[in-house]
């Protein structure tokens, strides 16, 4: 079994997928020889700065307890995420999607049973927030760690500050025993055959592995460049392509929410990331709509800060797309190397975990490599997929009518035919948990979240029935219920964080 494993593997870059990536192979090999080089003079992208509950398993695969991480890199809790001014539609103008947990069974089944009698036509209360725990979790800024023991596992996320995280993943690994080289890569020797022979640092020279793992960022220096792996853009089905972002201070007394908030403005979308010493911003947008400058400008008034020249803004383009191959060859591509969706639901990391997770796993595998890697490559694709169909759910809905972006992006997206008949579905009454079953393999979403999305940017008919007695399920015990589960079983958020800063 062991003999596909790598016995010396280079990984290029030192962002968070390259630091990310030497931990997990650490880990999971510990006598193989792993060296990553990284260079002083390019430098990483610097943020990405929210996560999924994955990343929970991440740490817990790497041995690191919440207390050793957390404090370092100003981490806070995530509940989920709160979109805001995504829908015009009265009532709708505001939704949270959840994490979801066994907590949620009972107070969301209602929720279920709702939404498909609005989807029929007939009023309901079928706004998503009111039966979910982690919506009142953040609205109360508790943290999402129980009190009292649970049997079961609470699904969370973090926010975290990404340079700070790099810098600690990196000590972790070089203390794990990862051999750490700053230099340039200048060239990489492919040998005829197509495999990687060598990367070429301007001080070190030769570098030689029998794996090479890119962590190149944007320009997938290895995968791209070097082995010229074809890039599948994903310009048709998500039109933003650039950033700015922009640190603002945490005041004192504020209370720290457990969630990111996405505010849509005229031409994309703004983040807010609270974490214990600041707060991320940034405005994701499609720059064939509006310049940098602009963005910038309305990036700044958003945030109250047109006046304040002195809090600078850092501009960032995005390459949204996937390569067509993650493992080419002797080469893996883990991080923006092997593509990117858009940060609207901080899904990078998951996928630069499940690139490696399936990775070790292929490898372990006793068919024939050419297979392994076969059906690895359309694994991961899928996934990203599966995410991309997700995230393009949320323009596709809009129903904004400020700019012609918004327009665009409910007309012109490109929908792909699963997510079309998921909508078809929606619409149809009966058939959309059949769909839903139908496509379980290809989705990365669960029910819930597909029922949040839904119903959260208020995608129902527009005259609907009046109900008769007793149909539609009552939404205040669900309210109810969470708000007293809540008060009760979790501490402050603020107060947990402060407790594990002191040690
Ligand atoms: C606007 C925006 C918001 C985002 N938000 C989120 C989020 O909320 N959640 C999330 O999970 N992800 C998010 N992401 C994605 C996330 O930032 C990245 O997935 C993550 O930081 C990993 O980046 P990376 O390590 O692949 O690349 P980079 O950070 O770009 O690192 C590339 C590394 O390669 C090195 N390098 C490059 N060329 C050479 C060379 N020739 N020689 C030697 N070294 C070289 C660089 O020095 C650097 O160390 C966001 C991305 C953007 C653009």
Redesign the pocket.
């Known amino acids: 079994m062991i003999y596909m494993i790598p016995q010396t593997i280079l990984i290029?870059?030192?962002?968070?997928?390259?630091w990310m990536s030497a931990n997990l192979l650490k880990k999971s090999w510990p006598t193989v020889k792993i060296t990553l080089?990284?260079?002083d003079s390019?430098?990483?992208?610097g943020?990405?700065?929210?996560?999924t509950p994955f990343l929970k398993q991440f740490f817990k695969r790497i041995g690191a307890s919440e207390r050793e991480w957390m404090p370092q890199c100003f981490a806070t809790y995530k509940a989920g995420i709160e979109f805001s001014r995504w829908s015009e539609k009265p009532g709708f103008t505001h939704y949270f999607h959840p994490f979801f947990s066994q907590l949620d069974i009972k107070p969301a089944e209602p929720f279920f049973h709702n939404a498909k009698l609005q989807r029929q036509g007939i009023e309901a209360d079928a706004h998503p927030d009111a039966y979910f725990v982690n919506a009142q979790m953040a609205k109360q800024c508790k943290a999402p760690l129980a009190k009292r023991r649970l049997n079961f596992d609470l699904d969370y996320g973090y926010h975290f500050d990404?340079g700070r995280l790099g810098l600690w993943l990196k000590d972790r690994a070089i203390a794990d025993g990862v051999e750490h080289i700053i230099?340039?890569?200048t060239q990489v020797e492919v040998r005829d055959s197509g495999e990687i022979a060598a990367v070429i640092g301007a001080k070190s020279g030769r570098m030689a592995a029998e794996l090479y793992v890119d962590?190149?960022?944007?320009?997938g220096?290895l995968i791209q460049q070097a082995l010229s792996v074809p890039f599948k853009s994903y310009k048709q089905n998500l039109f933003n392509d650039a950033?700015v972002?922009i640190q603002t201070p945490l005041a004192d007394e504020q209370d720290i929410p457990t969630r990111t908030l996405s505010t849509a403005l005229t031409n994309g979308w703004a983040w807010e990331i609270p974490l214990t010493n600041r707060v991320g911003n940034?405005y994701?947008y499609s720059s064939e709509h509006i310049s940098g400058e602009q963005a910038e400008v309305e990036l700044r008034r958003h945030l109250g800060l047109a006046d304040d020249t002195d809090i600078s803004a850092k501009h960032?383009k995005?390459k949204v797309g996937r390569v067509e191959q993650h493992w080419a060859k002797n080469c893996l591509a883990v991080?923006?190397?092997q593509g990117?969706i858009e940060?609207l639901e901080?899904?990078?990391?998951?996928l630069?975990q499940f690139t490696l997770e399936k990775f070790v796993t292929a490898k372990q595998s006793l068919q024939q490599e050419s297979l392994v890697r076969d059906n690895y490559n359309a694994d991961i694709n899928k996934m990203m997929e599966g995410i991309r169909d997700y995230i393009v759910t949320h323009y596709a809905l809009n129903s904004r009518t400020d700019s012609d972006y918004w327009r665009r992006c409910r007309e012109d997206i490109e929908v792909s035919d699963n997510l079309q008949a998921l909508f078809q579905a929606w619409k149809s009454h009966e058939q959309f948990e059949s769909e839903l079953n139908k496509q379980a393999s290809h989705l990365v979403y669960l029910r819930p979240s597909w029922y949040v999305i839904m119903a959260g940017m208020g995608n129902f008919p527009m005259d609907l029935l009046t109900p008769s007695q007793g149909q539609v399920a009552p939404v205040n015990l669900s309210k109810q219920y969470c708000i007293d589960l809540v008060e009760d079983l979790f501490p402050s958020h603020k107060a947990v964080l402060s407790q594990l800063a002191a040690g």
């Open positions: 290029v870059g030192g962002g968070t997928a390259g080089v990284e260079s390019i430098g990483t992208i943020v990405g700065e929210g996560s990404a230099d340039d890569v962590c190149s960022g944007f320009k220096l950033a972002a940034g994701v960032l995005m991080g923006l190397s990117f940060p901080a899904t990078a990391l998951m630069v």
